[in-house]
């Protein structure tokens, strides 16, 4: 297989993991502030019970913040994925890129 076709092959790969790698992205941008503000919610809360006030719902609070972990740790799980494959293709990809440069440099001196 020539560089040129390898290269045709793996850029829509390439394209499709940095995509997906941004929707990562934007999601952690979105649930790493969450689940800091459930935690502080329910630390805030744990204070409260200690003092005496058991108003709060603090199973619940429980429940909502290990969601937020486990959402979390899911994207994590996604993200860390998602970088080995991109590490992978762009790997390839650049490997491929040095192989077509070769080429070109191998047949302009001849």
Not at 21 to 28: A, E, H, K, P, W
Not at 51 to 59: A, F, V
Not at 73 to 101: D, F, G, K, M, P
């Amino acid at each position: 297989m020539n560089s040129a076709r390898l290269l045709e092959q793996l850029r829509p790969q390439l394209e499709a993991f940095e995509i997906e790698s941004g929707r990562l992205q934007t999601l952690l941008a979105k649930i790493a502030p969450e689940v800091a503000e459930n935690g502080k919610a329910l630390s805030k809360q744990m204070d409260a019970a200690k003092s005496g006030d058991l108003s709060g719902e603090l199973g619940s609070k429980f429940t909502q913040t290990l969601a937020k972990l486990n959402e979390l740790e899911q994207l994590a799980e996604a993200l860390t994925a998602n970088h080995l494959a991109l590490r992978s293709i762009w790997e390839q990809y650049a490997r491929a890129v040095l192989q077509a440069e070769a080429l070109r440099k191998g047949f302009g001196s001849v």
